[in-house]
């Protein structure tokens, strides 16, 4: 098994009551295609400004609030 980091997008909009994704990046300033992008795991690449954002946007102190390390099927991951 593999790992992978995760962006908990789906978690923080429930968890702070934010509403939406679209509201969530307005709040962020952060284009909603990106988090987007992060919510459905076809970004693979993390901006860390936007994590800082998302953190300063939403009052978080824990980083673990926004981020996952997680294990993955290598098979799914190689897209086969």
Do not use: P, W
Request: charged letters at 40%; glycine letters at 6%; one cysteine or more.
């Amino acid at each position: 098994m593999a790992k992978q980091v995760v962006v908990k997008i789906d978690y923080l909009i429930k968890e702070y009551k934010v509403g939406s994704l679209r509201k969530l990046a307005e709040k962020c300033d952060i284009r909603h295609a990106a988090l987007s992008e992060l919510n459905n795991g076809k970004r693979r690449n993390i901006n860390f400004g936007h994590i800082e954002r998302i953190a300063e946007t939403l009052g978080i102190d824990d980083i673990t609030e926004i981020i996952d390390f997680v294990e993955v099927d290598e098979e799914k991951d190689d897209g086969q």
